[in-house]
C-alpha cells in the first residue's frame, strides 16, 4: 500500500505540472481527495493491514493529504498571480491582428507622383530646414516684400528656418543640375496657421519645367491633363490671373466644383468654382539668381497643396482628421 502512495503522489504531481488555468485546480481535488478520491480509496483498504500496521500507514495518508492540499493551494495562487499580472491565457481565442494600410496622404501623394512622371517629370527633393536665401530671395523675395507676410514663416537664428513651400527644390535643382529642367517636388511645408483648413505642418507639390521654347500653352496642357486624370475628363477648367513673386504672368487653376458640379453649393460658396493651385510662368529674375541667361530660356511652375486635393477627392471637410490618428477614419481608406 506504500507503494500505491507514492504512485498516487508521482501521478498528481505530473498532472499538476500540467494545470495552467486556475480552473484546473478544484477537478484535481475532486480526483484526489473527494469523497470518491483517489486517495479515499487507497485509504478504505485500511480494515486490510493488522493493527501494528495502521498507525503507520495513516501518518503516511495524512501526509500525503497535506502535501496534495498545500501543492494545489500553492499552484493556485501562482496561475492568479500571473493572470493578474497579465500573463497569457494560452487557451483564449486568438486575436486577429489588424491589418495596417497606406495613410491617405501618403496614398494621394503616390497617385500624383506617378501622374507627373508619365508626363515626363522626375522627383526632387530638398531639405526642409532652409536658409533665408532660398525659400525667399532667390525666388524674387527680397526681404521687405509684402509677400512674406503671406507666408507666416517659422525662424530659427540666422536666417535659417522651416520652408514655408516646396518651392525652394526648384533653385536648389537649378543650381546643381543646370537644364533642361523637369521637376516636381513633393514634401512637407511648414506655416503659423492652424483651423480647420489649414495646419502648422502640411504637405504641398512644386513643378518646375524649364528649357528652350516653354511656352504658356506648354503649362496648360500639363495642368489640363494633371486634372483630368485626377477628377476626370468632365471636369472644366479655368485660369484666373493672380501674383506670385516667382512667376510671371501668374495664374490661379480653378476646377468646376466636384460637390455640386458647378450648381454653387456651401463648398465652393455657390460659385461653381473651387481653387485648386497657382501657376505660371517662370519669372525672368529667378533665372539671374541660378546662373541661367533669361534670355535663352522659358519655363513655368506650379505648386499645389496635397490635403486640399485629398479633401476635395474624397469628400473630407476638415484637415485636422488626417492627423489625429483616428482608426476609424484612416481606416476607411487602407
Known amino acids: 500500500m506504500e507503494k500505491q502512495l507514492e504512485a498516487l503522489k508521482q501521478s498528481f504531481c505530473e498532472e499538476l505540472g500540467q494545470a495552467h488555468r486556475a480552473e484546473d485546480i478544484e477537478p484535481m481535488r475532486v480526483k484526489y481527495l473527494g469523497r470518491k478520491g483517489a486517495l479515499t480509496s487507497i485509504l478504505r483498504q485500511m480494515g486490510t493491514l493488522g493493527p501494528e500496521e495502521r498507525p503507520r500507514f495513516g501518518a503516511l495518508s495524512n501526509k500525503l493529504k497535506n502535501f496534495i492540499e498545500q501543492a494545489?493551494?500553492?499552484?493556485?495562487?501562482?496561475?492568479?498571480?500571473?493572470?493578474?499580472?497579465?500573463?497569457?491565457?494560452?487557451?483564449?481565442?486568438?486575436?486577429?491582428?489588424r491589418r495596417g494600410g497606406i495613410?491617405?496622404?501618403?496614398?494621394?501623394?503616390?497617385?500624383?507622383?506617378?501622374?507627373?512622371?508619365?508626363?515626363?517629370?522626375?522627383?526632387?527633393?530638398?531639405?526642409?530646414?532652409?536658409?533665408?536665401?532660398?525659400?525667399?530671395?532667390?525666388?524674387?523675395?527680397?526681404?521687405?516684400?509684402?509677400?512674406?507676410?503671406?507666408?507666416?514663416?517659422?525662424?530659427?537664428?540666422?536666417?535659417?528656418?522651416?520652408?514655408?513651400?516646396?518651392s525652394p527644390v526648384q533653385i536648389r535643382?537649378?543650381?546643381?543640375?543646370?537644364?533642361?529642367?523637369?521637376?516636381?517636388?513633393?514634401?512637407?511645408?511648414?506655416r503659423c496657421?492652424?483651423?480647420?483648413?489649414?495646419t502648422p505642418m502640411f504637405h504641398q507639390i512644386e513643378g518646375l519645367w524649364v528649357e528652350e521654347g516653354i511656352t504658356l500653352a506648354h503649362l496648360k496642357g500639363v495642368l489640363y491633363e494633371f486634372i483630368h486624370r485626377l477628377f476626370g475628363t468632365d471636369v472644366p477648367l479655368r485660369f484666373r490671373p493672380s501674383f506670385f513673386?516667382?512667376?510671371?504672368?501668374?495664374?490661379?487653376?480653378?476646377?468646376?466644383?466636384?460637390?455640386?458640379?458647378?450648381?454653387?453649393?456651401?463648398?465652393?460658396?455657390?460659385?461653381?468654382?473651387?481653387?485648386?493651385?497657382?501657376?505660371?510662368?517662370?519669372?525672368?529674375?529667378?533665372?539671374?539668381?541660378?546662373?541661367?541667361?533669361?534670355?535663352?530660356?522659358?519655363?513655368?511652375?506650379?505648386?499645389?497643396?496635397?490635403?486640399?486635393?485629398?479633401?476635395?477627392?474624397?469628400?473630407?471637410?476638415?484637415?485636422r482628421l488626417f492627423y489625429e490618428n483616428d482608426l476609424r477614419f484612416l481606416s476607411q481608406f487602407a
Open 72 to 97: 494545489l493551494a500553492d499552484r493556485l495562487d501562482e496561475l492568479k498571480r500571473v493572470s493578474t499580472a497579465g500573463g497569457v491565457d494560452v487557451t483564449l481565442p486568438g486575436r486577429t491582428p
Open 103 to 166: 495613410h491617405i496622404i501618403n496614398s494621394v501623394i503616390s497617385e500624383l507622383e506617378d501622374i507627373f512622371m508619365s508626363l515626363g517629370f522626375t522627383i526632387a527633393s530638398g531639405p526642409e530646414v532652409e536658409d533665408d536665401y532660398h525659400n525667399f530671395e532667390a525666388l524674387n523675395i527680397p526681404e521687405h516684400h509684402p509677400a512674406r507676410d503671406m507666408q507666416d514663416t517659422f525662424y530659427f537664428d540666422k536666417g535659417i528656418l522651416l520652408r514655408t513651400h516646396t
Open 173 to 190: 535643382v537649378m543650381e546643381k543640375t543646370g537644364l533642361p529642367v523637369r521637376i516636381i517636388a513633393p514634401g512637407k511645408v511648414y
Open 193 to 198: 496657421d492652424s483651423d480647420v483648413s489649414h
Open 245 to 319: 513673386p516667382f512667376t510671371e504672368p501668374s495664374a490661379e487653376v480653378d476646377i468646376g466644383c466636384i460637390m455640386c458640379k458647378g450648381k454653387g453649393c456651401r463648398v465652393c460658396g455657390n460659385s461653381g468654382w473651387l481653387e485648386i493651385l497657382g501657376s505660371g510662368m517662370v519669372d525672368p529674375n529667378v533665372y539671374k539668381y541660378v546662373d541661367i541667361d533669361p534670355e535663352s530660356v522659358t519655363g513655368f511652375a506650379f505648386g499645389l497643396g496635397i490635403e486640399r486635393i485629398a479633401m476635395l477627392k474624397y469628400g473630407i471637410d476638415d484637415i
